[in-house]
């Protein structure tokens, strides 16, 4: 069940994640961009941006949980593709049929991933993960040698084929926090310690957006690019101290379906939050807060009407929420309504009004928006995977 798109919906340009694919690669070349899609392509529709990915020439694609690459082979590509966050009980037999890359943080992830790919009749692709201190998963420094020894020996045997190791970076967006200098020796370390086990993998990746944009030290042969290419930016102003300009992929829009007036002293919206203080009229949005307008934008966002930016008034609802239009507005039912994106604030505009990110912002659209391509073609309704396991940011 989806809202109709002339009521509300994300518009989603293929275009501008293009754009920002390219900009990206240009800035990192020759290093290889992964384009990470997980979370439904970050809100924006996972098979609509792995094919738009592909499209505009992303090698790599990278997701968190493995019902996100199911879908992704199933959809007919057959591009490299990663996957890195499975559950201690999930069969990965037919991800490495599949040709799917797997990270590997353990001994028994490795057994397990052994296993499968006997079952598979082929060796399975891996990217080793050492923590270098992030500390979420990864392997840590002091099982690190145990765990390069143990793929050493799957390799020689041919149950395995180590293509990557790779690492997660914590503060990314600020290249002089100490963490940085350190996640990075720790990570070379960490290499040279896999050399040392005969291990020469192609690939070495640390970097999420902020790293690839902001440390060009953190590149290594690949970086994983995931909300730059939506056109976020990874944190305050790191796309603009990169030189590169990131256009927004997803813009979250709406049509005015009332617009009433109310006398100086009305109170709107459930717990009566917010109080005119002059007559004004307030005009009735339908998005609330499961389409991902979160509550806590009541009374402090903003939305853009007709070019202007207007208050968020009284408490974001489930379906709806209100918008003080100030007095004699000229505003009407059926104008448009841009919550963020183009011709409207940034999503982390909006983000920062709801003391979140950018992230939270995009990912939690819900599904009973539309995404609609303004390219033309809809996006595919329902392009989320079962859940079938834990998701990581
Ligand atoms: C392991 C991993 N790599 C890469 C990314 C992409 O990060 P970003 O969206 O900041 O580029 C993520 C997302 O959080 C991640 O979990």
């Given at each position: 069940m989806t809202i109709d798109p002339t009521t509300a919906a994300a518009e989603i340009s293929t275009e501008a994640f293009a754009a920002n694919i390219g900009a990206i690669s240009e800035l990192v070349a020759p290093v290889t961009v992964m384009v990470v899609a997980k979370a439904d392509g970050y809100g924006h529709g996972l098979l609509t941006m792995t094919a738009a990915a592909r499209a505009a020439g992303a090698a790599w694609l990278g997701v968190a949980v493995p019902g996100e690459a199911r879908a992704v082979r199933a959809a007919g590509d057959r591009g490299r593709l990663f996957c890195w966050l499975y559950g201690p009980g999930e069969d990965l037999t037919d991800l490495v049929a599949a040709d799917v890359d797997l990270g590997v943080s353990s001994i028994d992830e490795l057994a397990r991933i052994v296993a499968a790919g006997r079952r598979a009749g082929r060796a399975a692709r891996i990217h080793l993960k050492i923590?270098?201190?992030?500390?979420?998963s990864g392997a840590p420094a002091a099982l690190w040698p145990r765990l390069c020894a143990s793929a050493a020996t799957a390799e020689d045997a041919g149950?395995?084929?180590?293509?990557g190791l790779w690492s997660h970076l914590a503060t990314a967006e600020d290249p002089e926090h100490r963490s940085v200098a350190s996640q990075i020796a720790r990570f070379d370390e960490a290499v040279a310690v896999a050399h040392s086990y005969g291990l020469k993998p192609e690939l070495r990746h640390l970097a999420n957006s902020a790293g690839a944009l902001?440390?060009?030290?953190?590149?290594?042969?690949m970086v994983r690019g995931g909300i730059a290419a939506y056109g976020?930016?990874?944190?305050?102003d790191v796309a603009e101290r990169a030189g590169i300009t990131l256009r927004p992929v997803m813009t979250l829009v709406a049509h005015l379906v009332q617009v009433k007036a109310i006398a100086a002293g009305t109170s709107v919206s459930y717990g009566h939050t917010w109080t005119a203080d002059r007559d004004t009229c307030v005009g009735l949005v339908p998005i609330g807060y499961a389409d991902g307008l979160l509550r806590h934008a009541g009374n402090a966002g903003t939305v853009t009407v007709n070019g202007r930016a207007v208050p968020i008034v009284g408490r974001v609802c489930m379906d709806q929420c209100l918008v003080d239009l100030g007095p004699q507005p000229t505003d009407r039912v059926g104008d448009r309504v841009v919550v963020f994106g183009a011709g409207g604030q940034r999503a982390n505009d909006l983000a920062a009004a709801c003391g979140t990110v950018g992230y939270e912002i995009v990912t939690?659209?819900?599904?009973?928006l539309r995404r609609v391509l303004t390219s033309g073609k809809d996006a595919p309704i329902g392009t989320s995977p079962p859940a079938t396991t834990r998701r990581g940011d």
């Amino acid at each position: 069940m989806t809202i109709d798109p002339t009521t509300a919906a994300a518009e989603i340009s293929t275009e501008a994640f293009a754009a920002n694919i390219g900009a990206i690669s240009e800035l990192v070349a020759p290093v290889t961009v992964m384009v990470v899609a997980k979370a439904d392509g970050y809100g924006h529709g996972l098979l609509t941006m792995t094919a738009a990915a592909r499209a505009a020439g992303a090698a790599w694609l990278g997701v968190a949980v493995p019902g996100e690459a199911r879908a992704v082979r199933a959809a007919g590509d057959r591009g490299r593709l990663f996957c890195w966050l499975y559950g201690p009980g999930e069969d990965l037999t037919d991800l490495v049929a599949a040709d799917v890359d797997l990270g590997v943080s353990s001994i028994d992830e490795l057994a397990r991933i052994v296993a499968a790919g006997r079952r598979a009749g082929r060796a399975a692709r891996i990217h080793l993960k050492i923590d270098t201190g992030l500390t979420r998963s990864g392997a840590p420094a002091a099982l690190w040698p145990r765990l390069c020894a143990s793929a050493a020996t799957a390799e020689d045997a041919g149950d395995i084929e180590v293509v990557g190791l790779w690492s997660h970076l914590a503060t990314a967006e600020d290249p002089e926090h100490r963490s940085v200098a350190s996640q990075i020796a720790r990570f070379d370390e960490a290499v040279a310690v896999a050399h040392s086990y005969g291990l020469k993998p192609e690939l070495r990746h640390l970097a999420n957006s902020a790293g690839a944009l902001g440390l060009p030290k953190a590149r290594y042969e690949m970086v994983r690019g995931g909300i730059a290419a939506y056109g976020v930016d990874p944190g305050v102003d790191v796309a603009e101290r990169a030189g590169i300009t990131l256009r927004p992929v997803m813009t979250l829009v709406a049509h005015l379906v009332q617009v009433k007036a109310i006398a100086a002293g009305t109170s709107v919206s459930y717990g009566h939050t917010w109080t005119a203080d002059r007559d004004t009229c307030v005009g009735l949005v339908p998005i609330g807060y499961a389409d991902g307008l979160l509550r806590h934008a009541g009374n402090a966002g903003t939305v853009t009407v007709n070019g202007r930016a207007v208050p968020i008034v009284g408490r974001v609802c489930m379906d709806q929420c209100l918008v003080d239009l100030g007095p004699q507005p000229t505003d009407r039912v059926g104008d448009r309504v841009v919550v963020f994106g183009a011709g409207g604030q940034r999503a982390n505009d909006l983000a920062a009004a709801c003391g979140t990110v950018g992230y939270e912002i995009v990912t939690r659209i819900g599904p009973r928006l539309r995404r609609v391509l303004t390219s033309g073609k809809d996006a595919p309704i329902g392009t989320s995977p079962p859940a079938t396991t834990r998701r990581g940011d």
